[in-house]
Structure formats: C-alpha cells, structure tokens
C-alpha cells in the first residue's frame, strides 16, 4: 500500500487502529518528495529532522492515549512558506528572506500541533503570494502534476501541486484573491478560504492585510472541514480575529442538499470563460439539480469592477506590508553600499523580483497624494458596492455556484509578459475576499488536454457549512476525476 | 525699522506613562539594555500584528477632556508610512484622518495677562527607535526599546506669540498632564518633546509668513533660545529682501544657532491609509462619562481649593500645586493633622532649597509624608529645635528616615538642662568680650552672635529662645 | 498618464532603483494597469462610505499587563550586521 495515497483523515484513521505509526508516515511522505520533487519543485524546505522528531513525539502521545479526539493525530502536513514556523525558514519564495528563520510560530502552526500533525515541509509559492502562476517564485517555477507543461495556479501554486502529486496528505495555503481556490482548481484538488477572521493570521506574512486568509488544500471535502476544525478559531494576538459560534464544521459532511438554492451569475459563465469549463460548471449544475437543489441564473452587479477595485487595494496594503524588507532587522542585505539610502534601494531592488516590484510601485501610487481619492478611497467605495449586492444576492440564495478560473491550468512561461491579462484571470475569486466571504472550490471535470476543472462555491459570511455540505453532496455522487498518478499526463 | 510679529505654533509628544506598549505587552520602563524591552510585534517582525492597549485610549480621553477639546467617538488608526531606521515596520500607525481629540484649548497666564491657546488636535500614536551614533566606527545603531511606546500628539493652533507664552504653554500642559497621572512629563527623558513651527509677519499683515520647523526641543532653555534666535534669523532674511524657505531646522543650543537639516532627497508623501490591522474605536457616552468621572482634582481647582479650605497664602499654593507630586505630600501631611501652612512651609522651603541643590524633580521625592509629619511634631513637643529640624528633614529627604529613630540614634535631642547650659554661656560671655560690650551699647546684633556662638558650642541642641532669655539675665 | 516621472516619483516612494529597460516596462504595464483601474469610474458611488473593514467589530483591546521578557538574542538572530546588541546600520545623517 502507498500510504501516500490516502486522505489526511484515512491516514489519521489508519494510526489510531495501529496499521501505520506516524513515523511510517512521515518516513513514506519524505521519501516520496525526495523522489518526485526534482519533477514538480513543489517543496521549498523539507523539515526532515524536526518532522522525524515530532513523529516520536507524537507517536507517544498517541501510544499514552492522547490525542484520541484528534483525527488528524500523526498526519503530515505541508505548510505555504509564508507561513512562520519557528526555527525553520519562512521564505514567502523570495531571495529577501531566504534564510530567514522567524523566532516565533504563526498560530495555525501552534494549532495544528496540538492536534497532533506533524509539519513536514514548507512549500513553494509565488514570490508573498503575489501571481497567479507560481512562476515568480525566487526558487523556480511549480509544474502541474497533471502536465508539466503547465503551471500549478498561484499563488499556493506549491500546496496544490504537492497534494495532487501524493507529496502531501493536505497543505496550509493562502488566499488573497483567489491563491487557494484557483491553483486547487487548476491542480484538481479541494480548496477552501474561510470567511475573512475565522483563522488567525498571526506569523501569516502579510500581502493584503484586509484580505488574507489560510485554508486547507487537500484531496477532498472531508479532509478540507478536518483541517478547518483544526485551524479555525479567535487568537486574541489578531486584532482582525472573529469569536465564531460554531466551529464544528465537520458536522456539515452531510449527502442532503434538498432545497438548496444555488444561482449561478450569468456573468461568470458568459464571454471570457472556457467553452468546456463552462461545460463542465453547466454538468456539475445539473447534478447538485439532481439531488434536490434548486439552481438558477441570475444577474450578479458589480462583476467587472470586483479586479480594479482589488488589486488596488491589495497593491496598497502590500506596498506599506512590504516596506519592513529594507535590509536592516533581518532577511537580505545588499552587499555593496556607501550608506543608508543604497541600502534601501539595492537591497530591495535585488531582493525583490519583477512582480512584487510592480506591485510596490502601483501600490505607491494609488496611495500617493492627489490620487488616493480617485484610486484608493474609489476602491473602498466600490467594496462596499460589491458587499452590498452580494448581501443582496444572499437574501434569495443559499449559495454561488460558477467557475473558479476562466480557463484551464495555463501553459508555462507564456504569463509574465502581460501582468493585465493575468490580473484578469481573478475575475471570479477576487469579489469573494473583497466580501470576506468563504468559498471552496472542487474539481468538477477535465477538458480535452486532461487538465482539471474547477468550480467554485460562494457561501455567506460564516456559512461555510452550507459550502461544505453542497461541495460533500456533489462529491459523493459524482466518480471524480482521479490523480495524476493513475495514468495522467505526467 | 518694520515690526514683526512672530507666529507660533507647537506639536507636543508627550509619552503616556502605562506599563506596556500600545499594541503589545513589552515594558514601557526607560532605559534597559538595547532591544531588551521588545518583541516580534515592536521589532516589525514578518507576520507580526498589533493589539490596542485600552489604557491608552483612556489616557488620551482623559487628556483631551482636561483641555477642554471634544472626543471623537468614532475614530480609528491610519498608516504613516516612510523609511527610517529607528521604524522597523517603515510605518508608524497614527490618526490622520479621525484623530480622538479635537478642538481644545488651554489657558496661560503670562506678564501680559492671560491667553487662550486653541488646541486643533490630539492623536494616539507610537513611538519610534533610538538611533545611537557609534563613536568609534562610522556607522549608527539602532535600539528598538522605546518603539511602540504609546504617544499622544497635541497640536496647537499656531496662537502663540513670544518664548514666554510657549513656555507658560508647555508648563501648563506639563502639569495637567502629571495631574492627570498619564505622563512622568520628563522633559530630559524625553517622555515630553515640543516640535516648533515659527514663521514672521508684519504687525498688521493678515497671511501668515512661511513656518520653518524645530523638532525633538527637549530644555525650555533650548526652546526660549531657539524662538529667539529663529525669529532674529527670520527677521534678518526678510529685511534683506530674501524667503524664509520651509524647512526643518536644528537648533544647536551650543552654537546658539539653528542649521537646516539635510532635505530628504525624496517627498514627504506619507501615503495614509487606514489601518486595516486594526478595527476602529466606538467610544460610548457612558464610557467617555465614566472617564470624565475619574478625573482628578485639577491644578486650578486644587489652588483655589488650598486658598479657602487651608487659608494658604496665593504664593504658597501656586508653588504646593505647580506640581502634582508636592501637592500629594502636602495634603498627605496635612491628613495626619499637621497644620497647613507649618506643612506647606516645609515644602516650599527647605524641600525646594534640597531638590534645587540635587537638581532633582519633585516627581523624584521619595519620603514618605508621615515621615515629615512626624519631624513637625518632634518641633511641636519641643524635642528637637527648629535649627536640628532642619539637618533631621534632608535624612528624611535623602534616606526616609524615620525621624524619632534618627533624633534618638544621633543624640539630637534638644537641651533643656538650663544648668548646663548656664555654663556654657558664661564660657562664651567670658571669651566674648567685645560683643558683650557691644550689647551693653545698643547693637542688638551683638546679642544674635552670643546666641550663635552659644549654639554653635552646644551642637545647635540648645533651644535658643532659653539662651536668649539666660544671656539677657545674665548681661542686663 | 503614466509618464517618466511618475515612474521615478513610485519608485522613489518604494526605494527601488530601476534600470532603464525596466523604467519603460513599467511605465508600459503600470500604464495599462492604472488605466483599467479607471473603469471604477463607471460607478457612481457619491454618497457611498468607504469601507476599509467587512465586518462591524469595534474595540479590540488588550490589558495594560507586562507579560514579555527580553528575548535579544532571537530578535537580533536574523540581523543582516549587529554591534552591542543593536541593529547596524550605515551612520544616518541628523536626526
């Protein structure tokens, strides 16, 4: 049996009957990395030694009774290198901090450690979580699993391609715009960014402060809701942090959906997307139809001005995140300079890459006086606009259905060239962290180059139940897609 | 010869006095080895976020409602951002845009008469680094200890028109701030700092001229010497047909001069946006009644209160309650049923006398008040004379003894023995002839130097009003 | 819209230093990109209040209570220079 290819929660399953020790676990999970990842570059760092450790550590624990109520005991999992582990390096894929070992865990590490999982590795991504692609990483380029040809989706380009490639059980990842959902649905794995404040992101580093979020990328819905149980909950060190009522998510897991009304906007299946990703959202309605929901087209407002209003939002807020890489405290220091000022401006200009450059200067300049009226105060405005007609739209529907990417995992090399055309990929996941609202996003079908396909549900703030009780009943009763490893196109 | 007037208008940081910092829970105490007081969140570490001290919102409340300024109930923090060394995040969170505080005012009282200076706006925000400047190599080193403790800004209308009356302002604002118990105001510490902007005009002209800006004056001798040497070096500029240019000055007290600082090569474009690690303030009216309640009696108030409730002369209680701290200890003794004006005559005599010596603040004074209402009581028994009081009152001051220990273990009671004491005074009349006669002619001087003397040989313990009746038998 | 100087105003905002092929690239994409921005104009959003948070939540505080100890060591372990546990940097000029 090829442990690796099980779900976090089968695995975790299998070491409390005793059938696997969560060294085997973890031994398995690192020889498979070692032997795939010069194909997929989906890893970054592999915590060998700490990993081995803590399966010790662990293993006991389990073995004195503990951790009984703890589903994900023993599981490895991997974690979004913008993620803060203490003592081990936190790269966010960029040569600023490339040896950088934060003194400190980011609070869903602390989490996941007292649920007994086991940190394996950290994982590749786009340069702080700026791109769509995964090719910004200062590290090089993720490939998809499915075809190396292609890009994994970004920015947690890394976490997907690694699950889809059996090099991890389920993965942290990072949402600002879309960089869960989108590279799951480009990888053909689930994904899922939780209402704005459910999970804290203390040690996440920042990109977009008033739209980030963690969340879980792993093999199906189930595991998606175990992981949420586990990371979800009020971390009184995150000012922006939200005291839930009900964190039992994996109640949802339930094949109902009777009466379910879900509305699919007419923009999001209309000119821009893919012939056979529409297809493939169309077919998915019609199963969730099938089992008893009610689905519908309707006119969502506001689609077009969702992209301009984010990334000037999130260029702002990353522009003044980032301004603490100036080469003083930590991280990359340029090695040639006379004083102050070229230590500033080398060591950001050649720690930096061409992405988050652009970034930093667009950012600058919405915020800079005499534009930030029209530009950033207009983007705000219009977020409210956009919170608004989705409060609207949730009076009659339960929930969003429609596709998470216009297209299929695109081609390597072909998406740096024109930073528009790429921003505008966005265009059905960025309203949704505009909102602060929870989305999933679950393969739904493969096109005729056998890439994934991925579609994506909306749900109301803090109704992330719904999401996952409609995405379970779809996936119970649909084949689903398969893994590369089973005679993909590797 | 034009007259001008000069136009000036002060930012004051002012460093509030809570136990940790504003958005985390590092010491807020001065001093300590470098970056010994500070933490991932204060160094600006990668993923790090802040968490709001509600004590600092309450100082702030409690300041703006002692100057008269109306609370903004809905307010919140924005970023400032620029580069610096001494700020690790390359931002400091500030109010720009809803600042807790606006429209205040205090009053001053100078030769003049009195004044009202507006107050525009007060606003929270934190406190940058220290930058040391290496004495042996050419490079600069940066402590982190004093970033993120909590500052109010307060920003004056620019209503002031002389050294005198920023002074009185700052005094002003220096003692409500200690009565208010939100700041230790040292100036030297530099937990109080005034920002000067100072531009001329004609008398009569109605626009201002342009302002050119001190920061970080830390001395009211610098800031008097400042104010007058910028507005001479204005004057001079406009006479001879040049502009005052806007810039930041230094004023080197030293040289009695001000240089401009090396412009920043890039603009000052701060880019505020509202914070969005940090959710905005709602200030209830009961919460904002509750803080009004909890203000303390006032300056103002606890003069006129010392001038009817202990019958203090107006010279007295304007030096009791120029500082909180003296007017604590008086009112302490005088609890413990001390007369008020003996009381009040300790503290602005020989307490004042002590801590000018010391060059200490009256914030430093660390007797205790039962200890000098013990001391006036020995002088009411008649244990101890008024000359003995005063070396048992600086051990009190110095080392808070306790006096009817330190009377006993130094033998400092007084003499009443009369009998001894006859002897020793026939030994000076003896030795003293020429005053004697002196006396005996009509220079009462004489007699206070018999007296002296007579002190002087029994170690100051005699009761003088005994020698002086004996020396008055004994030479008629 | 996007012209040199803007380019050269950004940058010095955001302490970088371009080259000049990267000064025409970014004039190109930051031209095209500001201006897809200005489709936000298409809305009218007068009286609309800005909103820099999703959810109403006010007042997050925390007690006025020490709770950290010195930790110099971890907090300097990733200085690029030090010197007598501080931060080094080149000597800045005033202030």
Redesign the interface.
Known sequence: MDITKLTALSLGQKIKEKEVTVKEAVKAQLKKIKENDDTYHAYITLMEETALKRAEEVQSLIDRGELKDSPLAGVPVAVKDNICTKGSKTTCASKMLENFKPPYNAEVIDRLEAAGAVIIGKLNMDEFAMGSTNETSYFGAVKNPWNVNHVPGGSSGGAAAAVAAAEAFCALGSDTGGSIRQPSAFCGVTGLKPTYGTISRYGLIAYGSSLDQIGPIARNVSDCAALLEVLAGYDAKDSTSVKREDYKFTEALVNDIKGIRIGIPKAYIGKGIDQEVKDGILKAAQVLKEQGAIVETFDLPMVDYAIPAYYVIASAEASSNLSRYDGIKYGYRTKNFENLSEVYKKTRSEGFGAEVKRRMMIGAFVLSSGYYDAYYNKALKVKALIKKSFDEVFKTYDLILGPTAPTTALELGKNLSDPLKMYLGDIYTVAVNLAGLPAISIPCGKDSKGLPIGMQLIGNLFEEKKILRAAYTYEQNVPGIGYPWEGGNQ | MKQYETVIGLEVHCELATKTKIFCSCTTAFGGEPNTHCCPVCTGMPGTLPVLNKQVVEYAMAVGLATDGTITQSCKFDRKNYFYPDLPKAYQVSQLYLPICQNGSIEIETSSGKKVIGIHEIHMEEDAGKLIHDPWEDCTLVDYNRCGVPLIEIVSEPDMRSAEEVIAYLEKLKIILQYLGVSDCKMQEGSLRADINLSVREVGAKEFGTRTEMKNMNSFKAIKRAIEGERKRQIELLEEGKPVLQETRRWDDNKDTSFAMRSKEDAQDYRYFPEPDLVPIEISDEWLNAVKAGEPELRDAKRVRYLSEFGLPEYDADILTASKKLADIFEAVVDLDKNPKEVSNWLMVETMRLLKEREMEPEEIFFEPKNLAELIGLIEEGTINRTIARDVFEAVFTGNVNPSVYVEEMGLKMVCDEDAMRITIAEIVTANPQSVEDYRSGKQKAMGFLVGQTMRAMKGKADPQIVNRILKELLG | MINDE??T??????????TAE?KEK?KE??G???Q????????D?TG????????P????????????Q???E????????Q?????????????
């Open positions: 803007t380019i105003y950004v940058a010095a905002l955001a302490k970088l230093e371009l990267e970014a994409d930051l095209n990109i500001i897809y921005m200005e489709i936000m104009n298409e809305i959003t609309v209040d800005p909103m820099s948070h999703v959810f939540v006010k007042n997050v505080f925390r007690d006025d209570r020490v709770k950290n010195p930790d110099r971890n907090l300097l372990a990733n200085a690029p220079e010197k007598n546990g501080c931060f080094k940097v080149p000597r800045t000029v005033e202030e």
